[in-house]
T-cell receptor
Framework: DVKVTQSSRYLVKRTGEKVFLECVQD?????MFWYRQDPGLGLRLIYF???????EKGDIPEGYSVSREKKERFSLILESASTNQTSMYLC?????????????FGPGTRLTVT | KNEVEQSPQNLTAQEGEFITINCSYS?????LHWLQQHPGGGIVSLFM???GKKKHGRLIATINIQEKHSSLHITASHPRDSAVYIC?????????????FGKGTHLIIQP
């Protein structure tokens, strides 16, 4: 089975802190994604990566950056956390050929910024 | 950006009822995904379909490309079906970011 893991299930950070969210997949997938999910807004794409060291902005990249140094690992970075970044963050991966193939999601990280 | 509309937003039903969740989209797509999210956050892909109908256990997904509409049906619903169901449309010509999500339908099945 494909497994996508995220570094934390729950995280509490202070305003202004630098925050790292890590995602690891074990199926050699080319594509990896970071989404945030907020009530009433659904899933929104922050960044995605289709190869090592490659990244593309999604719908809401402002305030975020990403890093993909190895194929299996995709990190989301909040350079200076703000309260409006309190949200559920979901990582996903998929084989090349997406979106014609399914995505596999991690369990999510619920981030609270105080 | 292209829209995906789901209805209803919330649905509460009794165990055993037949459930229908609807998804409509604004322009032509190449495929549509149905996802399930249980309390706690994890999302599982249920179906990906580009035409006709797919069935897995008590779940059935249909799509009508011409009418720009897809439905997810649950037969003999059970409390363990309680979850948020999300449809996501694959817009033709879109790359890896060519997936547009609906806002989800929150389903509660009461015993």
């Amino acid at each position: 089975d494909v497994k996508v893991t995220q570094s934390s299930r729950y995280l509490v950070k202070r305003t202004g802190e630098k925050v790292f969210l890590e995602c690891v997949q074990d199926m050699d997938h080319e594509n990896m994604f970071w989404y945030r999910q907020d009530p009433g807004l659904g899933l929104r794409l922050i960044y995605f990566s289709y190869d090592v060291k490659m990244k593309e902005k999604g719908d809401i990249p402002e305030g975020y950056s990403v890093s993909r140094e190895k194929k299996e690992r995709f990190s989301l970075i909040l350079e200076s956390a703000s309260t409006n970044q309190t949200s559920m963050y979901l990582c996903a991966s998929s084989p090349s050929g997406f979106p014609s193939y399914e995505q596999y999601f991690g369990p999510g990280t619920r981030l609270t910024v105080t | 950006k292209n829209e995906v509309e789901q209805s209803p937003q919330n649905l509460t039903a009794q165990e055993g009822e037949f459930i229908t969740i609807n998804c409509s989209y604004s322009v032509g797509i190449s495929a549509l995904h149905w996802l399930q999210q249980h309390p706690g956050g994890g999302i599982v892909s249920l179906f990906m379909l580009s035409s006709g109908k797919k069935k897995h256990g008590r779940l059935i997904a249909t799509i009508n490309i011409q009418e720009k509409h897809s439905s997810l049906h649950i037969t003999a619903s059970h409390p363990r079906d309680s979850a948020v169901y999300i449809c996501a449309a694959v817009y033709s010509g879109g790359g890896a970011d060519g997936l547009t999500f609906g806002k989800g339908t929150h389903l509660i099945i009461q015993p």
